[in-house]
C-alpha cells in the first residue's frame, strides 16, 4: 500500500466528513423517528432496542456495529483492496464513536420526514465514502464487492436485504416503523446510486490517425484493451482507424483528456452502455 499526502488526505477527509454527517444524521434523524436504517448498522439499531425492550441490557452502539462489521471487512480485505477496506474500517471507528457520544438534538420527530430527508442525508454520507474509495462497512463493502465481481449494480439488491431486515423489525415492533424505514432506506440507496458510478462503464468510439498511440493510452490509463476497425472518410476519401473500447465511467474523463493529448483531432463518441458479457478487467480499490 502506498500514501501520497495528497490524494490521501482527500480520501481521509471525505470520509471523516462522511463518518461526521453519518452520526450526526443517526442522531438528529433516525433516532427521532425511531428508524431503523438498514444494514449492519439497521441490525445494530436492532439488537440495541431487543436488548433494552425484552432483556433490559443496554449494548453501546459502537461495541455491536464494530462485532457485525467483522465478516465484511473480511470480504474487503481479501476481495475488494486493503487500503480500500483500511479506510472503510476508519470510516466504521469513527462513525461508531460519535454515535455515541455526538450531543446532537432531534430536528424533528415527523416520522415523513425524517424517513425522506434523514434517508437523503444517509445516502449522501454513504456516498462520500464512495468518492473517497471507501465505505461505511457492513451492506455496502459486500454491494463494492458484487459490483466489481459481476459488474452490475448492487445498490438495489442491497435494498431488498435491507427491506427483509426491516420486515424482521415490523413483525417484532410494528409495521408503520418498518414501512418508515424502507422510505428512510429507498431515499438514500437512490442518492447512493445517482454519486457513485465506478459499477457502471461507458463505450468509447474513437476516429483517429493514431490508432496505435490512443490504444496505447487507454491500456495505461485503464488497463483495458480495445479494438481498431479500419474505415473510410466519407467526407475526404481518406483511411481512418476506429478504436473501440469499453471502459468504468470514473475512467471516462481522464481517458478522454488523454486521448486529446495523443490526437488533438480525434472525434470520440461516448456511449452509455447499460449491459454487457464478457471478460471486463476491474481493477481492485486501492
Not at 452502539?61 to 481479501?78: A, E, T
Not at 423489525?169 to 457513485?196: C, K, N, P
Not at 485503464?222 to 473501440?244: C, K, L
Amino acid at each position: 500500500m502506498k500514501f501520497t499526502l495528497r490524494d490521501d488526505g482527500k480520501r481521509l477527509f471525505l470520509v471523516c466528513l462522511g463518518a461526521l454527517i453519518f452520526s450526526f444524521n443517526m442522531k438528529s434523524f433516525v433516532r427521532a423517528g425511531n428508524l431503523l436504517p438498514g444494514g449492519i448498522a439497521g441490525i445494530t439499531v436492532l439488537i440495541q432496542q431487543i436488548g433494552n425492550e425484552y432483556f433490559h441490557v443496554s449494548i453501546p452502539y459502537s461495541v455491536g456495529n464494530l462485532l457485525l462489521n467483522s465478516i465484511p471487512i473480511f470480504i474487503g480485505i481479501r476481495f475488494v483492496g486493503k487500503k480500500f477496506t483500511l479506510y472503510s474500517c476508519l470510516m466504521i471507528v469513527v462513525s461508531s464513536i460519535l454515535t455515541d457520544v455526538l450531543p446532537v438534538q432531534p430536528i424533528t420527530y415527523d416520522e415523513l420526514l425524517v424517513a425522506v430527508f434523514g434517508g437523503l442525508i444517509n445516502g449522501f454520507a454513504i456516498g462520500l465514502c464512495l468518492m473517497g474509495k471507501a465505505s461505511s462497512g457492513g451492506l455496502d463493502i459486500v454491494a463494492v464487492y458484487l459490483s466489481r465481481r459481476w459488474n452490475i449494480d448492487a445498490w438495489n439488491y442491497t435494498l431488498m436485504l435491507n427491506a427483509v431486515i426491516l420486515a424482521t423489525a415490523g413483525l417484532i415492533f410494528g409495521w408503520d416503523r418498518a414501512l418508515y424505514s424502507i422510505i428512510f432506506q429507498f431515499t438514500s440507496t437512490q442518492v447512493v446510486h445517482a454519486m457513485y458510478q465506478k459499477h457502471r462503464q461507458h463505450t468509447l468510439l474513437i476516429i483517429t490517425n493514431h490508432s496505435r498511440e490512443v490504444y496505447t493510452t487507454i491500456s495505461q490509463c485503464t488497463s483495458h484493451g480495445a479494438t481498431v476497425f479500419r474505415g473510410i472518410g466519407s467526407y475526404d476519401g481518406q483511411e481512418r482507424d476506429m478504436v473501440y473500447s469499453v471502459v468504468s465511467s470514473d475512467e471516462v474523463k481522464m481517458v478522454l483528456k488523454n486521448v486529446r493529448e495523443v490526437d488533438p483531432a480525434a472525434f470520440i463518441n461516448t456511449l452509455r452502455t447499460d449491459y454487457m458479457t464478457g471478460r471486463f478487467i476491474q481493477k481492485k480499490e486501492d
